[in-house]
């Protein structure tokens, strides 16, 4: 990519950022927070209330999501999801402890991936991925967290724990591989809907 064009996409991710939003819930505040591992005590982040799941960011200088936004959308995400799929809260919440979340605002290109459809799409740019059972990266895309690709991850863990750590069903809703289905699609939508409801 041209270095110049780089430079200017970065200062308009940096402004969107940081630029107060009028959304649904009136004053919108941001979810989103600069951090430093320089400054900060503690570069990895334990989400409080949560089983050991823990957020840090993919570089020294970069955004992370706030504490209590990131812990708020979880204890939302998870009854939900357990109210949805039929299981108990403790199951889901087993599901994600001790969970990595590794966040930034700089993308990711991947050499190939599934869509939703499970059609294979090569050199793709990507907002966030499940990298094991435990571990899942999402970019921080604007100053909410229901824009980013955070629920989306997450029902990749669950999958992934559901099929005792063999595959979280990377082709979605694709044929190759089981677990996902147009439930959890529309489920990540309207979690999101939720979200941004909450100023989340």
């Known amino acids: 990519m041209n270095r110049s064009v780089h430079i200017i996409g970065l200062a308009i991710l940096a402004i969107s950022l940081t630029m107060p939003t009028n959304g649904c819930g009136g004053n919108n505040p941001s979810s989103v927070k600069n951090?430093?591992?320089?400054?900060s005590k503690n570069p990895v982040q334990i989400l409080p209330g949560t089983?050991?799941?823990?957020?840090?960011?993919?570089?020294?200088?970069?955004?992370i999501f706030k504490i209590s936004k990131m812990s708020a959308a979880l204890h939302i995400f998870v009854p939900q999801y357990a109210k949805r799929f039929n299981l108990d809260e403790h199951v889901v919440w087993s599901y994600l402890e001790n969970l990595q979340i590794e966040v930034s605002a700089i993308p990711k290109?991947?050499?190939?991936?599934?869509?939703v459809k499970g059609n294979l799409v090569k050199d793709s740019p990507v907002s966030g991925l499940a990298l094991s059972p435990s571990s899942i990266?999402?970019?921080?895309?604007?100053?909410?967290i229901w824009s980013s690709s955070l629920a989306h991850e997450l029902v990749h863990v669950i999958i992934w724990n559901q099929n005792a750590g063999i595959h979280g069903d990377p082709d979605h809703e694709g044929k190759s591989f089981s677990g996902w289905s147009q439930r959890h699609t529309q489920f990540i939508k309207d979690f999101n809907l939720e979200l941004l409801d909450q100023d989340i």
Do not use: G, H, K, L
């Open 35 to 39: 951090f430093s591992c320089i400054e």
């Open 51 to 63: 089983p050991n799941i823990q957020m840090r960011t993919s570089r020294c200088e970069d955004y």
């Open 109 to 115: 290109i991947v050499t190939s991936a599934y869509d």
């Open 137 to 144: 990266w999402v970019e921080i895309r604007t100053s909410q």
